[in-house]
């Protein structure tokens, strides 16, 4: 047999499965599986492996050890293989990796491959576009320290491990690994390389419940571990590389921690770093330490006295935070301030017409705008925005506030959200393909601060609770921005809608109101959109009867050229409610935006076009549901599809009448016209 493959399990299954998965598809099966399950539970580590189908090759599962080192050591123990491999179970390696390696092995002790690291599993690097791929590779970069040199990607002839007596000190936490490659590589010159066997070595993208251990493992730790494997690592192996890594590990992690308020263990890992021959460094640093904190404490001063952006948020901090909260005055915010909209407006709305006098309505609204009811604008990240945002009563927000906002006590924050989740949200997602690897890390953290969140339906509540781990008040009222579906379909209403925008009022109305792309965005910032309906033909098919509204999502920064269609097509990305463009349109194109729910209480027809949903569901997010089975309108991919739907739309009516009730009786049922009075009720209470 050629080689055993060493993975120690930590109860950690989110990406085993994946690990499972790369060694069922080897290019060579000659090979044996040990499982050391450190700590876990071995019946699910056996049901995990069953269910990855690798069938072709031994497994043996072993229980015990305790931390990562022990677990190789027992795996080792027991390996038959000529060479022995080690991998995380939470990594994988590409297909030809193990025949790669093999073929390089011939007379040597030690082959190694290339290690990468990354945020994503193996079907969403190979399909997806380059952005990802350059996101993988900056963190490449950001890396190359001690800390970097592990064992994981190389192929050991297992021989000549046993000869030399090779373990892993099983009193390190977190670097054992560095001492074993040291003795490894120090001991032999039979090394080979194989760059092309690639080891990808996973970031997990959920630090609050499935933490790595390294994202686990705090600053001082890391310090403490890395310089005492240093320490063990040189004795072993001479080689200029290892200095060279302990400078750069010195410089990025040991300085900032020096540097840094956290105090506990700076004496010890200074000695460490003494005993690594960091003397000059370490004395440097001590005497700069004072000169370095009074020189930054200076920096900070001169840039608060220049720069515009320091002074707000000192401002912020010192002054606004201190100031009384008055509990009447109001922020709010829909889309990040780029529109006057959804629910929060029609909360607004609410509060300024039953209780004119009590409270004071300030909006973050990215453009000037004339307001009704005369609230008061603010720009976001403003200095006003702060000092509203430090002392205002309530919060009415339909997104994430953003990360420096700190929540007063006796402040309440009505989180409106923007829609009945069809993609997968937050700690439902598996991959994370935005620009933020980070993501959930970070609306964990702003979720903590919402004291209320509305739920349209019972589908979204349970959702909600789970995708934002959130254990405040549910408010099961339905959306406020949907009263109006409700009560404002009247013709004046449609007339005065059309006439606003200044379309016909004889023809009919097409929306189409798709929504974004995770991995579709532009460096500089926004999210990119190529428009896949084809106008022209679109126009020439249904010019006569019909004109056509087309909305991008708020992310969106690509704008529309819709010059050779002027009088057929319509650009209503920048209109500011969506609800409004809902009432005057006879049918709704969309695809996975959650328009449809809201949409489906006018009872009006649907075409989803979906000209991407494998990718989009299978890769980028995945749904909470089948779109196939439910979906209340036909899924269409491409324009001729779209157009013969639009021409023969009765059929389409008769035949998802009955969806469509089911439809409507699971989302909708909750929202009848009085949505906001509920929640006005539930959280003004003071007030109203
Ligand atoms: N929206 C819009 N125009 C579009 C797309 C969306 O005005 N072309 C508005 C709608 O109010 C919609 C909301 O933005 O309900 C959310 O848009 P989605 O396309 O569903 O996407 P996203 O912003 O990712 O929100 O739980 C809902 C999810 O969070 C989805």
């Given at each position: 047999?050629k080689?055993s ?7 950690e299954?989110n990406?085993?499965q994946e690990c499972?998965n ?19 539970d071995?019946?699910?580590a056996k049901?995990?492996?069953e269910?990855?189908?690798v069938r072709?090759v031994r497994?043996r ?6 931390g990562?080192a022990a677990?190789?050591?027992q795996?080792?123990?027991v390996?038959?293989g000529?060479?022995l491999?080690?991998?995380d ?10 025949e790669?390696?093999?073929?390089e092995?011939?007379n ?6 290339t290690?990468?690291y990354t ?6 690097l ?7 791929l350059q996101?993988?590779?900056k963190l490449q ?8 040199i592990?064992v ?5 002839r ?6 030399e007596?090779l373990q ?21 010159d039979?090394v080979e390389?194989s ?8 970031e997990?993208?959920?630090t609050?419940?499935?933490p790595s251990?390294?994202?686990?493992t705090d600053?001082a730790t890391?310090?403490?571990e890395?310089?005492?494997?240093y320490l ?7 080689t200029?590389v290892?200095r060279?890594?302990?400078q750069?590990?010195?410089?990025k992690?040991?300085?900032?921690f020096y ?12 000695s460490?770093?003494v005993q690594?021959?960091?003397?000059r ?21 001169v840039s608060l006295m220049?720069?515009?952006?320091e002074?707000?948020?000192f401002?912020?901090?010192?002054i ?5 909260v008055?509990k009447?005055?109001i922020v709010y915010?829909?889309?990040?301030g780029k529109s006057?909209?959804d629910s929060?407006?029609y909360?607004y ?5 039953h209780?004119?006098k009590?409270?004071?309505?300030v909006?973050?609204?990215?453009q ?9 604008e603010?720009?976001r990240?403003s200095l ?6 430090a ?16 929540k007063?006590?006796g402040t309440?924050?009505l989180?409106?959200?923007h ?5 997968k949200?937050v700690f439902d997602?598996?991959e994370v393909?935005?620009?933020?690897p980070?993501?959930?890390a ?6 903590r601060?919402w004291?209320?969140?509305?739920a ?9 609770a ?6 405040n008040?549910?408010?099961?009222t339905g959306?406020?921005?949907?009263d109006?579906?409700?009560s404002?379909q009247?013709a004046?209403?449609i ?5 606003e925008?200044?379309?016909p009022r ?5 929306l189409y109101?798709?929504t ?6 532009h ?7 190529s428009?896949?309906?084809?106008l022209?033909?679109?126009?020439q ?7 056509i509204?087309l ?5 969106v920064?690509?704008?529309?050229d819709l010059?050779p ?8 990305s ?7 463009l809902?009432l ?17 209480n ?9 000209y ?7 890769v980028?997010r995945?749904?909470?549901i089948?779109m ?11 324009t ?6 639009v021409?023969?739309?009765s ?11 089911v439809?409507?009786?699971k ?11 509920r929640?006005v009720q539930?959280?003004f209470?003071r007030k109203?």
């Open positions: 047999m080689a493959i060493i993975i120690p399990v930590h109860n299954w990406y085993f499972l790369g060694l069922q598809q080897q290019t060579i099966q000659d090979f044996e599986v040990i499982v050391v399950c450190d700590g876990c071995i019946d699910y049901e995990i492996w269910r990855a189908g072709s497994v599962f072993l229980e015990g050890g305790t990562v677990a190789r050591n795996g080792m123990a390996a038959e000529e060479f491999l080690f991998h179970c939470d990594d994988y390696i590409e297909k030809e990796a193990l790669l390696l093999l073929a092995s011939e040597v002790d030690v082959v190694v491959g290690k990468k945020w994503y599993g193996a079907s969403v190979v399909e997806s576009d380059s952005k990802l996101l993988n590779q970069h950001e890396r190359n320290t001690i800390e970097d592990s994981l990607g190389m192929l050991i297992r021989q000549y491990a046993e000869r007596e892993f000190d099983e009193s390190f936490l977190y670097g054992s690994d560095l001492p074993f490659v040291a003795s490894l590589m120090g001991r032999t039979r390389s760059p092309k066997a690639v080891y990808w070595k996973r997990h993208n959920d609050i419940n499935h251990l390294f994202q686990r600053r890391r310090c403490r890395i310089l005492r494997a063990a690592a040189e004795e072993q192996w001479d200029p290892l060279e890594k302990l750069v590990f010195y410089k992690v040991v300085e900032p540097l840094s308020p956290e105090s506990e263990g700076k004496e010890e890992i200074f460490l770093a690594c021959r960091m003397e460094e370490t004395a440097d640093l001590r005497r700069k330490g004072k000169s370095l904190r009074r020189r930054k404490r200076l920096k900070r001063l220049t720069s515009r952006t002074m707000k948020f401002l912020y901090r010192k606004f935070l201190k100031m009384k008055k009447d005055w915010e829909s889309f990040f006057y909209s929060p407006r909360i709305e609410y509060l300024a017409q209780f004119p009590e409270y004071k309505h909006w973050v609204m990215k000037k705008k004339k307001l009704p009811y005369g609230g008061t603010v720009k990240h006003r925005f702060l000092y509203y945002m002392r205002a009563g309530y919060f009415v927000f339909n997104g994430r506030q953003p990360l420096y906002i700190q007063r006590e309440v924050f989180e409106t959200w829609g009945t989740p069809l993609k949200l997602m598996n393909t935005m620009a933020n980070l993501y959930k970070d609306v964990y953290r702003q979720s601060d004291d209320y969140l509305i349209p339906n019972q589908f979204s509540a349970d959702i909600f789970r995708c934002f781990m959130f254990e008040t549910m408010l099961h959306y406020p921005r949907n109006i579906l409700h404002g009247g004046e209403r007339e005065e809608i059309k006439s925008l200044g379309i004889n023809k009919k109305v097409i109101a798709p974004w792309r995770d991995n579709e965005f460096k500089s910032g926004g999210w990119k959109f428009l896949k309906l084809d022209e033909k679109m126009q098919a249904l010019d006569e009867e019909y004109v509204l909305r991008t999502h708020y992310f920064v690509d704008g529309l010059a269609f002027r009088g057929f097509a319509y650009d209503v920048k209109y500011d409610d969506i609800a409004r809902y005057i349109s006879d049918i709704l194109i969309t695809d996975y935006s959650s328009v449809f729910f809201d949409y489906a006018l009872k009006r027809p649907m075409l989803f076009f979906a991407d949903i494998e990718k989009y569901r299978d980028l995945g749904f909470y089948d196939e089975k439910e979906l209340p309108g036909p899924i269409v991919h491409t001729e599809e779209v157009i013969t739907k021409q023969n739309l059929d389409v009516i008769g035949q998802y009448q009955e969806k469509y009730n439809f409507y009786e989302y909708c049922n909750w929202e009848d016209g009085d949505s906001t009075e929640v539930a959280v209470k109203a």
